[in-house]
């Protein structure tokens, strides 16, 4: 049974930091590009970041370079995204996601493509 499932998101004032976690099972996770997306309300969801099986490619939606910093630990199934400098506009439901063989522009340009999906965690930027 595939599961991804996130963890660390919560309420934190513009300027300050989260780290979100997403540990996966039930699938080859050393093998497969892995990619955060996130939805604010009444929105599309969007790629955020993506990274690719083993660390060596990223890549980050404009409105977040500089600011957020994609990583995995593949001894640990677990993707991470630490997010420094908030804003109020960051707010939304943030998704981990799984990819087959994709490269992490196309992984995170292409929500529909993904192999599986968590259930997100939301993040608030609100003072």
């Known amino acids: 049974q595939v599961q991804l499932v996130e963890s660390g998101g919560g309420l934190v004032q513009p300027g300050g930091s989260l780290r979100l976690s997403c540990a996966a099972s039930?699938?080859?996770?050393?093998?497969?590009?892995m990619g955060w997306f996130r939805q604010a309300p009444g929105k599309e969801r969007e790629g955020v970041s993506c990274?690719?099986?083993?660390?060596?490619?990223?890549h980050y939606a404009d409105s977040v370079k500089g600011r957020f910093t994609v990583s995995r630990d593949n001894t640990k199934n677990t993707v991470y995204l630490q997010m420094n400098t908030l804003k109020p506009e960051d707010t939304g439901i943030y998704y981990c996601?799984?990819?087959?063989?994709?490269?992490?522009?196309?992984?995170?340009?292409?929500?529909?493509?993904?192999?599986?999906w968590g259930q997100g965690t939301q993040v608030t930027v609100s003072s």
């Open positions: 996601a799984a990819a087959n063989a994709l490269s992490v522009e196309t992984m995170c340009a292409a929500t529909d493509r993904q192999r599986a």
């Open positions: 039930g699938l080859p996770f050393n093998y497969l590009p």
């Open positions: 990274i690719s099986s083993r660390g060596t490619f990223t």
